[in-house]
């Protein structure tokens, strides 16, 4: 039995850290926190001093016994979970669910996973702080009030189901807000004029008026004044410039960079940097400091110099300008500089090059430019032309590595021909075209994030959820518009002939955009109209200042927490009590056939529509398409809903209707539905589309084989072919040719399928409806109806009775929240033994 127990929070750490320490270590892995609030009450005693009421779940339970087993027979215990707030959460709980002895217990810390970092970590051990754990709790336990009593208000007010939290809805106000902003939007049309001219020697020199014309009018009159005019260089102004590099990543900062240039979404972007941290490549990544130790500054210098020479090296410090960033900490960089390639997965490799290449590129010198600004004037009216040029004199950091932006930027500048003033250039070509006035950009994951930032709300810990729970929530979505169409006018000179033209371009797209659903766009309204505060941007940071001031043992976490509630329960209590329903309603106008009220509202399947006030007995419903909206939908379009169901007439026998339900339109064959590709409109179904759409369905569902008696069809979808046979859906994979299947693979692939599902079956209560199977990753799952529990791969499933399994069950069913007033419950709080 080894001395030393080494307790982290994942099994890849703990993998990794297992390689740098002697046998007289033995590390093992918590998978998390082994104790949280209850999920089926609130867990937070809020009439004395909003004591938490932490609890083991039934499947860390066989895990918490073997560590405590462990703990009793080690000499001494080390807790190596992480050196966030949530980290030394995990350490607490550790320490106080093995009930630890602390004169046999340590705390190490360590911002990245190398041999000396470990080392040095176990020479200079710390105890518990337990005012990050307080940050911790505070951060946990106000959420939690939040959550729990904004939910039920939202259940009784708006809709079943709907959910509230303190970042999460701001994140939701944001994006609402800026819709809005785009919706208003008016854009203004003026026209911008460039040229093209020649020197002697034939080169091209592109230029701009410096002004756009408001009118088509003066466009044209411009255009026509210079016919024939002749052109010089009037001015030509060189002048040295410099770029600076971007400072080491933060959290915010590698998750906006990975979006922009990875295109990878924020969760998989912190999922990838995780792994890459675990395996020792890189440090900490859940940090808001720019800072870089000296050690590895001298690291980035001595790569630097060895690799590109010496006048590319320029040691520099940065300061970060984000709210309440932790500057103790340090940026996000490779444990080891002199690697500039990792050879693992693709995803992996390409953020590790990112995070070196911006590492290293701080380091370096300044790239010098020469900027070349050239004035070129007409004889016959006043407007100058300009051009500008740019030339590398010195790469400096470009030779590594540069930003991306999220706004659409000018034209990168190029370089210029020679020139000299007074120089005549020989006009070819100049076009006046008509420009708009751009809306505000919808956020992506990436700019929301630096938004947040920017704010002062979340942490880096907190981006990532905070994204992913407002779209799974189906309070946001990603876009999928390409856009519209818009016209516009082109008017061009060449010889001495003014041409127009009106081209078109694509405007608007929302195409990745984070854009909200209706039901996000309500509850947000609800919640800034009747909880003010906690929708307030300001308010939200400041909580956040209030959680770092409490992990600088400035504030008491629970004094806190009373100063909020006090304020936010009655309120809770008064909109639950005296507010209106909230519905989203919104009136459009008048039917003209019955004159009776036309309205868009939230239904119980979704946004809808209405004629007919609430009064009247003959109400008429319909279901908005998928692209529409509650906030945008005209009268014209909603009154179209009410001439579905169209009949089209009969087909085979058969009645066949178009029509559009919860999911889009659709073409109804007597009890078949098939849906219709996706932007067709379903009032311009014809009879003969119809008919297209059904022997199109009816070709693909058409069987290709049998199999012991039963039909065997196949298809593709989002994960590409399968067969599909009683009931059973199959994965074919690219072994076998999907085009040309013959019997023989398909039945190697059905029976092969079947063992696959049997061999996985841990436990088949068929009486009960309750199975154990195995998942992916060595990890198994409970399975009951559509209740699915996954279970952390060092639980042995093969040893639960049916009693253990209908246990679990009961503590991770979801269950109707309770209020925060109700609870009672009572258990000691973090504090200093």
């Known amino acids: ?293 000296q050690e590895a500054m001298s690291a980035a210098q001595a790569e630097i110099i060895k690799s590109y020479g010496k006048e590319f090296s320029k040691p520099r410090t940065f300061t970060s300008k984000s709210k309440g960033a932790q500057e103790a900490h340090e940026a996000i960089r490779p444990t080891d500089m002199s690697q500039h390639t990792v050879n693992i997965d693709r995803d992996q490799a390409r953020l590790y090059d990112l995070i070196w290449k911006r590492t290293l590129a701080s380091q370096m010198s300044d790239a010098e430019l020469e900027r070349t600004n050239v004035k070129i004037e007409a004889n016959n009216h006043s407007e100058v032309f300009q051009a500008s040029g740019e030339v590398i004199k010195f790469e400096g950091f470009l030779k590594v590595y540069l930003e991306g932006h999220d706004d659409d930027e000018e034209e990168q500048e190029g370089m210029l021909p020679a020139l000299k003033v007074g120089e005549a250039l020989n006009n070819t070509l100049i076009t006046a075209k008509e420009r708009f006035t751009q809306a505000p950009s919808r956020y992506t994951e990436a700019s929301l994030v630096k938004k947040l930032e920017e704010l002062g709300i979340g942490r880096p810990s907190t981006y990532a959820p905070t994204i992913s729970t407002i779209i799974s929530r189906n309070y946001v979505e990603k876009g999928t518009n390409e856009g519209t169409e818009r016209k516009y006018n082109q008017l061009t000179l060449k010889g001495n002939e003014v041409k127009s033209q009106v081209l078109s371009e694509m405007t608007g797209s929302d195409k990745g955009k984070l854009v909200p659903t209706d039901i996000g766009s309500i509850v947000n309204d609800f919640l800034v109209k009747n909880f003010s505060v906690i929708l307030d941007y300001n308010f939200t940071a400041k909580v956040e200042q209030d959680f770092d001031e409490i992990a600088e043992g400035n504030v008491d976490w629970a004094k806190m927490m009373q100063e909020f509630y006090d304020k936010f329960h009655p309120n809770v209590v008064e909109v639950e009590e005296n507010a209106d329903r909230e519905s989203g309603e919104r009136i459009l106008g008048t039917d003209p056939k ?155 692939l059905i029976e092969e399928k079947l063992q696959k599902d049997i061999d996985k079956v841990i436990h088949n209560w068929e009486a009960e409806g309750i199975k154990v199977e195995k998942a992916r990753w060595g990890k198994s799952v409970i399975l009951k109806g559509k209740l699915k529990i996954e279970l952390n791969k060092d639980i042995d499933a093969s040893k639960f009775t049916l009693e253990d399994v209908k246990k679990i069950i009961e503590e991770k069913a979801p269950a109707k929240k309770t209020t925060a007033k109700k609870t009672t419950t009572k258990k000691a709080t973090a504090k200093k033994k």
């Open 1 to 293: 039995m080894a001395k030393n127990l080494v307790i982290v929070e994942s099994p890849a750490k703990a993998k990794t850290i297992e390689k740098f320490l002697g046998k007289d270590f033995q590390v093992e892995s918590s998978y998390g926190h082994i104790a949280d609030l209850p999920s089926k009450e609130i867990g937070v005693d809020v009439l004395n001093g909003f004591t938490p009421k932490y609890q083991v779940s039934s499947d860390k339970k066989a895990l918490v016994k073997k560590l405590k087993d462990l703990s009793k027979s080690a000499d001494m215990v080390w807790l190596a979970s992480d050196e966030d707030r949530e980290g030394e959460a995990i350490s607490w709980h550790l320490a106080e669910e093995l009930k630890l002895d602390k004169s046999k217990t340590k705390r190490i810390v360590f911002h990245e996973i190398t041999k000396n970092a470990i080392l040095k970590a176990i020479d200079n051990p710390r105890e518990i702080d337990y005012n990050l754990v307080n940050a911790q709790q505070a951060r946990r336990v106000l959420d939690r009030l939040v959550g729990y009593e904004l939910s039920p208000v939202l259940w009784k007010k708006v809709k079943g189901g709907l959910s509230a939290g303190r970042v999460q809805s701001v994140s939701v106000r944001l994006i609402v807000e800026r819709e809005r902003e785009i919706q208003d939007f008016k854009p203004v049309g003026s026209y911008a004029v460039s040229a093209e001219f020649t020197n002697a020697a034939g080169k091209v020199v592109k230029a701009k008026l410096p002004k756009n014309f408001a009118t088509k009018k003066e466009a044209e009159d411009f255009l026509n004044k210079s016919i024939g005019s002749n052109y010089k260089v009037a001015d030509l102004e060189t002048k040295p410039a410099k770029k600076s590099p971007a400072a080491p990543f933060t959290t915010s900062t590698l998750q906006q960079e990975a979006a922009r240039k990875l295109y990878l979404p924020v969760g998989i972007t912190m999922q990838i940097a995780q792994r890459l941290y675990e395996a020792g490549l890189i440090t900490y990544m859940r940090t808001d400091s720019v800072n870089l130790s």
């Open 594 to 748: 019955s004159g009776k009220t036309v309205l868009v509202r939230l239904g119980k399947f979704g946004p809808m529509a209405q004629i007919g006030d609430a009064d009247d007995e003959e109400k008429q419903f319909a279901s908005l398409m998928a692209d529409q909206n509650i906030g945008t939908i005209t009268l014209e379009d909603a009154l179209n809903l009410f001439l579905l169901p169209k009949q089209l007439g009969t087909y085979k026998g058969e009645e066949v209707e178009v029509n559009n339900g919860r999911f889009g339109p659709y073409v109804r064959f007597g009890k078949q539905f098939i849906s219709l590709p996706k932007g067709e409109d379903p009032l311009d179904v014809t009879m003969e589309r119809a008919q297209e759409l059904i022997n199109e369905k009816a070709k693909a569902d058409a069987p290709i084989a049998t199999y012991k008696g039963m039909d065997v069809q196949k298809g593709v979808g989002r994960f590409g072919p399968f067969l599909k046979w009683n009931g059973i859906f199959i994965n074919v994979n690219k072994k076998y040719n999907f085009d040309n299947l013959s019997q023989s693979d398909i039945t190697e």
